[in-house]
């Protein structure tokens, strides 16, 4: 019903920046809160930032606050997450997750009802 992809992954140096974008397509974009996920080998998929559905509010991980960004545009059918100040630490597939039912405090997996087949992040030392 809902479609999400993923993209502006990539490799970059300790310190850098990164841009990803997540586009969405079929159900009314504006539905749904959205959020951005992340995983790292071995990991447990974790909640890194999540945005309203009207885009005015932003919620993030303690990891990431002050660091990365969420926003949206619901004209476009696209959320960003532009990450800023990147550590190695942040290594992870990261994955866009689309919530009918859900605030976007949600942190819990579970809660969200799409899901992209996300886009690697790189950082290197």
């Known amino acids: 019903q809902v479609q999400l992809r993923e993209s502006g992954g990539g490799l970059v140096q300790a310190g850098g920046s990164l841009r990803l974008s997540c586009a969405a397509s079929?159900?009314?974009?504006?539905?749904?809160?959205m959020g951005w996920f992340r995983q790292a080998p071995g990991k447990e998929r974790e909640f890194v930032a999540g945005?309203?559905?009207?885009?005015?509010?932003?919620f993030y991980a303690d990891s990431v606050k002050g660091r990365f960004t969420i926003s949206r545009s619901n004209a476009e059918n696209t959320v960003y997450l532009q990450m800023n100040g990147l550590k190695p630490e942040d290594t992870a597939v990261y994955y866009c997750?689309?919530?009918?039912?859900?605030?976007?405090?949600?942190?819990?997996?579970?809660?969200?009802?799409?899901w992209g087949q996300g886009t690697r992040v790189t950082v290197s030392s």
């Open positions: 997750a689309a919530g009918n039912s859900v605030y976007y405090t949600a942190r819990i997996p579970n809660g969200y009802n799409y």
């Open positions: 079929g159900r009314p974009f504006s539905n749904y809160a």
């Open positions: 945005v309203s559905r009207s885009g005015s509010s932003t």
